[in-house]
């Protein structure tokens, strides 16, 4: 028989107690109060008459005559109705004045006395059910429901049942078991295999050895269950007082704890064999899948290298020709020579003639680009599997007429400079991409003017990179039946604000601003207004648009001068009544479920502001880039305006601040979300797209160059919040090397950091490291400490000797078992800095200013760890920030990607902003920072306590920060093996588990987690 551990306890207990009173065959009627439906009682007593009552009887149990539904406090029974009453672990869930109650109807009911068990307010007691539930938590997200009801009703203290008991003259028994240590253990046991039936045969062994080996030595204090025998006859007591002394209380033997110990290790690592066999599974499946795909498309591989072969064939031709056309070529190269020699005194005309061929040249130069742009097109789409170009009879006519052409262009070539030659090639680059996507031309033009050719190339790939990642994008109207659902949880609402929607109008066509005002009419949240204010507008089609205007929700007024969009928005607001504000564009649309899913959080959440996620809508409705946003991320938008749209905040927030200011036109909403944030006391993010932002001409959502001022004016909003929360002088922000992204930077102290990098052998890693940090730093006070864990190699040792030549750097031996946490809190204790950089010894650094930006930023008081943007050998992304959840339990978001700048699905890799943690392959924390959140578990032996201590930094307040322009070579662990112990994998999984629960507040839960490019997750 196998029962778990802890009701073998109760139920053994009152099984021996009942058997040493018993006279010889002797039948007992028992009644179990609290037995709800397991019947275990009937395990252990046989042969009495047993009944069972709890205060709700499952249905399947009513018709079964040995269960009573009723209440313990007040039963439906009569005096002495049974011998025995058995109360086991029911007394802690009887709210404390109900309780003696509790114990009086118990000897009313029963004969001879009743066995009462449960745990009580002793030593350590309740700090032990504190970290059990804890544990269960943070597997599965919620409390553990006994726990909580303990929690709830506060465990009874057992000097106030002695003293009922000694006040209304019923004598008992009392006497403890089940040492607070086991029962931890057990119960967590117990926790660690819920609901996860594949352990379950392996916890009832466990059970089964703590049942037959451990119970009877169960004696060690404290204890967690007390047990009463309380009987009117002495006789009896005398009996079980006689048993309960004649037992060995001597405690458990040591051996057989460890044994208990070595069958919980054995479950842990089941339980991570489990997790991994379900996640490779998993992948089998979807490896099954891609497999079916992947014959597929060697099927049509198939038919396309033979239409591939078809057009080789063709080129091959072609190739021969040509090859014709370079003899002739040279025949006419050697006779022009000849003829050169003999004219010399021709040379003006020649002149002449070579101006003429530079102006023919561009026109040639582009007839057989296009050929060439032809032909490479039709490989291409051959290679990714798409229809094959017909080669048409022109190509070859097109040839011949280039290849006689050929004598000039070449030695137009020969004339070029080489400097010149590479900037075609980077122009025809361009021309490609452009040609691909002719959309992009107008808009390519705009950015060769600002910013040059390069910046055109970057630009393309990141417009290019947003259509692979957002290819799927797919809005859905709302259903009727959605909207029915929408409408019955306004009803339930307990706020229903009126939600004034601010409109600032010039000269906007009026069919954008139509769509606008529709949008807002076909909310399915009622209570809202427009107040529009028309900035003096000289379109007469505006303003016979305005005047047709017939809806009292509608409130619109008209300013007799043109005062900018701040004044208007001013006004807007002024003539409206709502409590809180929401701002919308005359020209963008909202979704109908918008203002729902606003006043949805304001009844959740009461946040002062709220916003959205939101896309963009073109000319023709079509809906696309849409940009799903991190929760509040305060250095994110110290970076860049990412709050955008749809912005909502309450009007006694904006009137605090003094609204909006007109020296801010252009990112006053920018200057205005500043402002709020520093005094806000909630910020909420809606992870939903609920706002389309117009592409026009007009607007920065299609050219950013639009509004040249906005960014300037970004720049003015964004020093003076610096100095506003950081004083004067110690904090200020330049532009970024991109439009409306800004670097923040703080000045403080000079301060040593200390740089600590373990490492065994590897010097041919380590030396490049070293020698980068000392050529490349500009920072001046800082010291290396490199802890060296077992080296072996010769070659090690003799380097570690040249180091003496080197003032900053220290070799600290640390000759013990590989754990990362643990030799980097040894190098914290040798250090003598004020901030830590712990850095892998196969990393090189790039940015000069590197240590300073890590130093500034970690020894704000509001920070916990800062990290950086660190690049493969190919200059490909290894680490932008980790999100916790991607991949099934954390990696690095934008890996493999190239460092490039865009702005949809997600925010950019280029853009400071803030992370749930970084990698401890290049990681800032100060020694400040540290004193307030502890060192590094030393659990974990080789990844995840990185992720741990940021996850902890959270937990005390603080924040944590990415910030790309600290900028390192990664050659990804090249001095370790990629084995990772099962206990990193349990310990992630406790460490993560709220966030692998409820999502990573800094990414967003529209994105992907099973890619690291951030790609939208429509369709998972």
């Given at each position: 028989m196998i029962v778990p551990f802890d009701q073998y306890q109760r139920y053994m207990h009152t099984s021996d107690l009942i058997n040493t009173v018993r006279e010889a065959g002797q039948v007992f009627s028992i009644l179990e109060v609290g037995a709800n439906e397991h019947k275990n009682l009937e395990k252990f007593l046989q042969d009495d008459v047993l009944t069972y009552l709890d205060i709700v009887v499952p249905e399947h149990l009513k018709q079964d005559p040995s269960y009573i539904e009723g209440d313990a406090t007040n039963m439906p029974l009569g005096d002495n109705e049974f011998d025995f009453i058995v109360a086991l672990d029911v007394f802690e869930h009887i709210s404390g004045p109900l309780r003696n109650t509790f114990v009086s109807e118990l000897m009313r009911v029963s004969k001879y006395g009743f066995i009462l068990a449960a745990p009580f307010n002793t030593t350590g007691v309740e700090e032990a059910e504190i970290r059990a539930n804890k544990f269960f938590e943070t597997m599965y997200g919620f409390n553990y429901q006994w726990l909580e009801e303990h929690r709830e009703n506060g465990l009874p203290e057992i000097g106030e049942l002695i003293d009922y008991l000694n006040v209304s003259h019923m004598p008992y028994l009392n006497f403890s078991h089940g040492s607070l240590k086991v029962w931890e253990k057990m119960i967590k046991i117990h926790f660690l295999a819920a609901g996860r039936t594949s352990l379950y045969d392996y916890r009832a062994t466990i059970d089964d050895y703590y049942n037959n080996y451990i119970y009877n030595a169960d004696y060690g204090e404290p204890c967690y269950r007390n047990f009463f025998f309380v009987s009117k006859s002495k006789g009896l007591l005398d009996k079980a007082t006689a048993f309960v002394s004649g037992r060995s209380t001597r405690g458990l033997d040591s051996d057989l704890y460890e044994k208990l110990t070595q069958l919980e290790m054995d479950l842990v690592n089941l339980s991570s064999f489990d997790l991994i066999h379900n996640e490779y599974a998993a992948k089998n499946e979807g490896i099954l899948q891609k497999d079916l795909q992947i014959n597929n498309l060697n099927n049509e591989l198939t038919t396309q290298v033979q239409k591939t072969e078809e057009l080789n064939k063709v080129v091959e031709q072609l190739g021969i020709e040509l090859t014709n056309s370079i003899h002739k070529q040279k025949e006419l190269l050697y006779e022009n020579d000849s003829l050169k020699v003999e004219n010399e005194n021709n040379s003006k005309q020649l002149a002449l003639n070579i101006d003429a061929v530079e102006k023919d040249r561009a026109s040639l130069k582009e007839e057989l680009f296009n050929l060439k742009q032809e032909l490479e097109r039709s490989l291409r789409e051959l290679e990714s599997s798409q229809q094959a170009l017909v080669i048409k009879d022109e190509y070859i006519s097109q040839l011949e007429h280039v290849a006689q052409q050929l004598r000039m262009k070449n030695r137009i070539k020969k004339m070029v400079p080489k400097a010149i030659r590479k900037k075609a090639r980077l122009s025809m680059n361009i021309i490609k991409k452009l040609k691909n996507n002719p959309a992009l031309a107008k808009k390519g033009l705009q950015e060769v003017r600002h910013n040059g050719l390069r910046s055109l190339n970057n630009k393309i790939q990141s417009v290019m990179t947003v259509g692979e990642l957002t290819s799927d994008y797919v809005t859905h109207d709302i259903s009727f039946d959605d909207s029915e659902l929408m409408k019955s949880e306004i009803d339930l609402f307990f706020k229903k604000p009126l939600i004034s929607l601010v409109i600032p109008v010039y000269n906007v066509a009026p069919k954008w601003l139509d769509i606008a005002i529709k949008s807002v009419k076909d909310q399915i949240y009622p209570h809202w207004e427009i107040c529009i204010v028309d900035d003096c507008s000289t379109n007469k089609?505006?303003?016979?648009?305005?005047?047709?205007?017939?809806?009292?929700?509608?409130?619109?007024?008209?300013?007799?001068?043109?005062s900018g969009i701040s004044d208007a928005s001013n006004k807007a607001v002024s003539i409206g009544k709502g409590e809180y504000i929401a701002l919308l564009d005359n020209d963008d649309e909202i979704a109908t479920n918008a203002l729902f899913e606003v006043v949805k959080a304001i009844n959740e959440f009461d946040a002062d502001i709220m916003y959205s996620d939101e896309d963009k809508v073109d000319i023709h409705g079509v809906k696309k880039n849409p940009l799903h946003k991190p929760d509040w991320s305060p250095d994110l938008l110290r970076s860049q305006m990412y709050i955008g749209h749809f912005l909502v905040f309450k009007r006694e927030l904006f009137e605090k601040?003094?609204?909006?200011?007109?020296?801010?036109?252009?990112?006053?909403?920018?200057?205005?979300?500043?402002?709020?944030?520093?005094?806000?006391?909630?910020?909420?993010?809606?992870?939903?797209?609920?706002?389309?932002?117009?592409?026009?001409?007009?607007?920065?959502?299609?050219?950013?160059?639009?509004?040249?001022?906005?960014?300037?004016?970004?720049?003015?909003a964004l020093n003076e919040h610096l100095t506003r929360v950081y004083g004067d002088g110690n904090a200020y922000a330049t532009e970024d090397d991109h439009l409306f992204v800004y670097d923040s930077r703080y000045r403080t102290d000079s301060v040593k950091v200390s740089i600590i990098i373990p490492t065994k052998d590897k010097v041919e890693l380590l030396e490049p490291c070293i020698s980068s940090i000392l050529q490349k730093t500009t920072y001046a006070d800082y010291e290396i400490l490199i802890i060296n864990n077992n080296s072996v190699e010769k070659e090690t040792f003799e380097w570690f000797e040249q180091q003496k030549s080197r003032s900053v750097v220290r070799i600290i031996d640390a000759n013990y078992e590989f754990n990362w946490s643990k030799l980097n809190n040894h190098g914290i204790r040798e250090a003598s800095g004020d901030v830590y950089v712990f850095?892998?010894?196969d990393t090189l650094i790039i940015s000069e200013d590197w240590l300073q930006r890590l130093m500034e930023k970690a020894l704000r008081e509001d920070v916990g760890t800062v990290g950086g943007l660190l690049l493969y050998e190919d200059n490909t992304i290894q680490h932008a920030g980790v999100v916790i959840g991607l991949g099934g339990w954390a990696d690095h978001i934008f890996?493999?990607?190239?460092?490039?700048?865009?702005?949809?699905?997600y925010v950019s890799p280029m853009v400071t902003r803030n992370v749930t943690a970084s990698t401890g392959a290049c990681l800032a924390i100060s020694k400040r920072t540290l004193d307030k959140i502890g060192l590094f578990n030393e659990e974990f032996i080789i990844c995840g306590s990185d992720v741990e201590i940021s996850l902890r930094s959270i937990e005390h307040g603080l924040v944590n920060i990415y910030d790309p322009h600290v900028r390192l070579y990664h050659l990804e662990s090249k001095s370790r093996s990629s084995y990772i112990p099962p206990i990193d994998f349990e310990l992630s999984k406790f460490f993560y588990g709220p966030y692998l629960e409820k999502g990573d507040p800094y990414y967003n839960r529209n994105l992907s987690l099973s890619s690291v490019a951030p790609k939208l997750a429509q369709g998972e």
């Open positions: 089609e505006t303003l016979q648009y305005l005047e047709s205007i017939r809806d009292s929700r509608i409130k619109i007024m008209r300013l007799d001068e043109n601040v003094g609204g909006f200011r007109t020296a801010f036109n252009g990112s006053q909403d920018y200057d205005l979300v500043l402002r709020m944030s520093e005094c806000a006391q909630r910020i909420h993010h809606i992870p939903k797209v609920l706002y389309s932002w117009r592409e026009l001409e007009t607007s920065t959502a299609a050219n950013p160059y639009s509004k040249p001022y906005a960014h300037t004016a970004g720049l003015a850095l892998n010894n890996k493999g990607m190239k460092p490039n700048h865009f702005g949809s699905p």
